[in-house]
């Protein structure tokens, strides 16, 4: 019979597929949308110096669905086709990714990476620790592994709400840098807001930030 918490990790894997899939299925969908000049490398190095961030490194990286911003080495490694390919998809990926850097408070840098480091090691143990609850129905540790996701999602918060303001804004800026019509628009938040949920779904699967 399930009981709370089983019930509670059946929601949080389903709500992380989901965003998952549908992040691909919006990104593919955008991928028919070009826009001149929309290249993930082109919008990158825009939004990093309307941001005055200008000197940060962006780099192209082998695989796909590989985006993402490397904290450690502060540099936004984009797939091969996001980083050349000009497409509203290109400009929603590289766009998240850079709002990611962004949202780092520059003064505390030190901080925020020993802290989204505490929180990766953390999603790992809640996801060991449901492994291990999951083969030998040991409910007490499924409670402590529901707790640890808790603590990492907490510590998370403040990022996460800094990265939601960032992408409005940074998103006005691109509307009006590349002259975006609305249903641009309305796609490229459609497509990064999915992203940002994804984010929240503490990376179950894939612990890049």
């Known amino acids: 019979m399930f009981n709370i918490e089983c019930i509670l990790y059946l929601l949080i ?15 593919k ?27 940060l490194y962006v780099t192209k990286t082998n ?28 400009m929603a990926i590289s766009l998240y990714q850079v709002v990611k850097a962004v949202s780092i408070d520059k003064d505390k840098r030190k901080e925020e ?15 060991v620790l449901f492994i291990i609850a999951v083969s030998s129905k040991a409910l ?19 990022y996460m709400t800094r990265l939601s303001d960032n992408l409005v804004n940074n998103i006005k800026y691109v509307k009006k840098s590349y002259k ?15 992203m940002l949920y994804n984010e929240l779904s503490l990376k179950i699967f894939n612990n890049k930030y």
């Open 13 to 27: 894997i389903l709500y992380s597929l989901f965003y998952q899939l549908y992040v691909i299925v919006l990104a």
């Open 29 to 55: 969908k955008n991928s028919h949308i070009e826009i001149k000049d929309g290249s993930g490398l082109f919008v990158s190095k825009d939004v990093l110096n309307e941001n005055k961030l200008g000197t």
């Open 63 to 90: 695989g796909k669905w590989n985006d993402h911003y490397d904290i450690g080495r502060n540099v936004i490694r984009l797939s091969k086709d996001v980083y050349d390919e000009e497409n509203l998809s290109s």
């Open 113 to 127: 990476k020993t802290k989204m480091l505490v929180v990766d090691y953390a999603n790992k143990i809640f996801f």
């Open 140 to 158: 007490d540790i499924m409670s402590l592994s529901l707790i640890v996701m808790t603590i990492a999602l907490f510590m998370k918060y403040n």
């Open 180 to 194: 975006l019509k609305e249903e641009m628009v309305y796609n490229l938040e459609k497509q990064t807001k999915a």
